[in-house]
């Protein structure tokens, strides 16, 4: 038996796991092809649970009420401490990581690193509940002799963290026994933009397993040559702020990582076999690999690139676990294989995707994408056809596919290619139609059900680098969205309809003050449609990114920024809807309900205290009148979110036997016409009138000529039409 509480327009449910708390629920009808929002809220009596309506809703259609599970909080570090990546458990536990410029990061007891290690910044990594009122681990992870930051984040099945980042200390913390425990070093780095720190010694790029509570590396090590690597440092494709600390880890179907990312370095370590052994020449090439759990063996691992200078920023794995590969690049000479949709480069700089074997040593397929503009990938993604998508950014007339949703003129593209990348199967725009307001993406999915979602940033703070015209004004949003205004400098949250027929949600983020905005990495959407996003928030030492009542921190302790994280789900829910069949009935009447939609279980609650029932299409006998609260939970195991919950009021009555009457007026002077009026009270009854002369009638009020004098009996039955029962009166 678990504790139930309300607090805050929440539902608090006390388990012996801990504490999980649903949000206030969100409720809204669809009618006449408008979806009208309904105020909606949570009511305990005597350790039930309901929903209370306290404006009502338009009972002749479906309410649709779906509680929400979202939080936002700030690490509440007092040391600055920019934002960079962010992931998820199977639990809904969101893990945070960034960069903490000295003491003051909130840790906890026990953990890997408790203290600053030193120099001028450490990562910082944070483990919240999926509530967002707990921190349930925090730790520093850094060396002494230099800098490092967080790129990316992922978690294996047993709850297990693993960072992908950077490096520049020789003393990061490595394990015994690991693929390379020393540090390349490499030339001093200056970043083109500011970021309040630089590597004097160079690069590696490093990659850490924690265990689930973080008390202990299970795995870390250093993967390097004698330059810069992890780092995308150049003007040619760095051109958002954050752009230089892209790349991406995630695991295989053996929960084996796989990173995507860059190097400068022509020593980097591959694998015999590899698709590309060796360094393909220009400023810089993209570089993916993976390795074993425990990061003792590099299991393979090769570049990527041309002549030019290219980057890899995200990686997803196929069914097959082949590698999805993408990113930008201005080399004229990118290896392709296969037919490729685009066999040659546009201009400019380009954007790619390419895909690897499942052991690295063969590419299967490539393509460059993009316009003779400028035109990167940021993220892709695959469908549950094994189709690919890529996001990026576009600064030329990017195709539009006829029949899809698109804001013309808009600087971020969204394209789906066939798994060999031979095919575009269509293409859009989204963005305000400015052409180069450049909002840099940080999370995308496509979901089990062909919902598109996205995550992106907009304003100032991207303008440091070379998206000059970065702003947020005048994105599409919906007449739902959480956060109708903007600043120009917010994030932005976007869902497509499946196939990008139709905008179905968007949305800002952010406060009024701050240009909320992420200085690198990846953040990420769970396969249900759950954003987990990660923000460098209130910089100036504001508090004004929204957060939710009782998260860990509603506030901002430093002078400068924070580690802000957000979590929202954007219930795309099984679709469902029913209706009973008649609309309302009588005591003993069966009623018939149906079901519609793609729901492959169902649990219905008549409202009654009777049993329920698991039928697509139950039928049900109310013993008792009433007003009865018919609630659906409706379930697709393949959707996105797995249930919604839906209720409909039916209206019962007994049957009833009416009480009769009427008045007689007859006409003066012994005419022979009478007027019959009935006074019978109440609705919902049928009139029987008998004239005594062998003449009747049904309408409500009779006049009526007998054809000679004489004495007659005027009866009138009435009945009920709805529920049975009769009356007479004579």
């Not at 960079?84 to 960034?98: H, M, R, S």
Request: aromatic share 10%; with cysteine.
């Amino acid at each position: 038996v678990f504790d139930l509480g309300c607090g805050d327009g929440r539902l608090v449910i006390a388990t012996p796991a801990g504490e999980v708390a649903e949000a206030a629920p969100v409720a809204w009808q669809d009618i006449n092809g408008a979806r009208l929002p309904v105020a909606c809220r949570f009511a305990l009596h005597n350790g039930t649970v309901r929903f209370e309506l306290p404006e009502g809703y338009d009972r002749r259609h479906a309410l649709t009420i779906d509680p929400v599970l979202s939080f936002s909080s700030f690490t509440g570090s007092t040391a600055d401490n920019f934002g960079f990546t962010a992931t998820y458990d199977n639990a809904g536990n969101l893990y945070g990581g960034g960069i903490v410029f000295g003491v003051g990061y909130p840790t906890t007891l026990g953990v890997q690193q408790p203290g600053f290690g030193g120099n001028t910044i450490d990562m910082g990594l944070s483990k919240f509940n999926a509530d967002g009122t707990q921190l349930i681990w925090s730790t520093y992870l850094g060396g002494l002799m230099g800098n490092e930051s967080p790129h990316s984040l992922v978690v294996n099945s047993a709850d297990e963290l693993y960072v992908m980042g950077i490096t520049g200390s020789s003393d990061f913390p490595v394990t015994a026994g690991c693929f390379d425990g020393s540090f390349g070093a490499g030339p001093g780095i200056v970043f083109s933009v500011g970021e309040g720190y630089n590597h004097d010694n160079g690069t590696d790029i490093c990659v850490a397993h924690l265990s689930a509570d973080a008390t202990q590396l299970i795995g870390s090590t250093f993967v390097g040559g004698s330059q810069a690597d992890g780092l995308n440092n150049s003007t040619v494709t760095a051109w958002n702020y954050g752009d230089p600390f892209r790349g991406e880890i995630v695991l295989d179907s053996q929960e084996r990582p796989v990173v995507a990312s860059c190097t400068m370095s022509n020593d980097i370590p591959v694998t015999p076999g590899a698709a590309f052994p060796t360094y393909q020449g220009g400023e810089q090439d993209g570089y993916v690999f993976a390795m074993d759990p425990l990061l003792t063996t590099q299991l393979w691992a090769t570049y990527y690139g041309g002549s030019g200078t290219d980057a890899c920023y995200s990686v997803q794995l196929a069914g097959n676990d082949e590698a999805l590969v993408t990113g930008g690049t201005n080399s004229t000479d990118l290896p392709l294989a296969g037919p490729a949709y685009l066999p040659s480069a546009q201009g400019g700089v380009d954007g790619f995707v390419a895909r690897f074997s499942a052991n690295g040593s063969t590419l299967t397929g490539a393509t460059y994408l993009g316009t003779p503009a400028y035109d990167q990938g940021y993220f892709v993604q695959l469908d549950q056809e094994q189709n690919v998508f890529v996001v990026g950014q576009t600064h030329g007339a990017y195709p539009v596919t006829p029949g899809k949703y698109a804001n013309p003129n808009s600087s971020q593209f969204i394209h789906k290619l066939s798994g060999d990348l031979s095919t575009s199967i269509w293409s859009t725009v989204i963005g305000n139609g400015q052409g180069n307001e450049d909002i840099s993406p940080a999370a995308f999915l496509v979901s089990n059900c062909g919902q598109i979602f996205f995550s992106g940033w907009g304003g100032t703070v991207n303008q440091f680098q070379q998206a000059v015209a970065s702003n947020t004004i005048g994105l599409p949003i919906t007449s739902d969205a959480l956060q109708g205004t903007t600043d120009g400098s917010d994030f932005y949250l976007l869902v497509l309809e499946p196939e990008a027929t139709n905008i179905y949600y968007g949305t800002f983020f952010g406060g009024p003050f701050s240009q909320e905005h992420v200085d690198g990495g990846t953040s990420r959407f769970s396969k249900t449609g759950v954003v987990y996003q990660a923000v460098c928030a209130g910089c100036g030492g504001n508090s004004d990114m929204p957060t939710t009542p009782g998260a860990w921190s509603n506030t901002n302790n430093s002078f400068n920024c924070n580690l802000g994280v957000f979590k929202m789900d954007f219930e795309v829910a099984v679709s469902a809807s029913f209706f009973a069949t008649p609309p309302f009935g009588c005591t003993g009447d069966t009623l018939q309900f149906i079901s519609t939609g793609s729901a492959t279980q169902w649990d219905w609650d008549f409202g009654d205290g009777s049993t329920a029932s698991n039928e697509p299409n139950p039928t049900h006998a109310y013993s008792e009148a009433g007003t009865w609260p018919v609630t659906l939970v409706a379930t697709d195991t393949n959707a996105c979110n797995l249930s919604d919950t839906l209720v409909l009021l039916v209206q019962v009555q007994s049957p009833t036997n009416p009480s009769p009457g009427f008045t007689v007026t007859t006409e003066p002077c012994g005419g022979l016409t009478v007027t019959l009026t009935n006074t019978t009270p109440g609705a919902g009854v049928q009139m029987l009138w008998d004239t005594g002369d062998g003449n009747t009638y049904t309408s409500d009020d009779v006049s009526h000529t007998y054809a000679t004098h004489g004495t007659y009996t005027v009866t009138l039955t009435v009945s009920d039409t709805l529920c049975g029962g009769s009356g007479t009166v004579s």
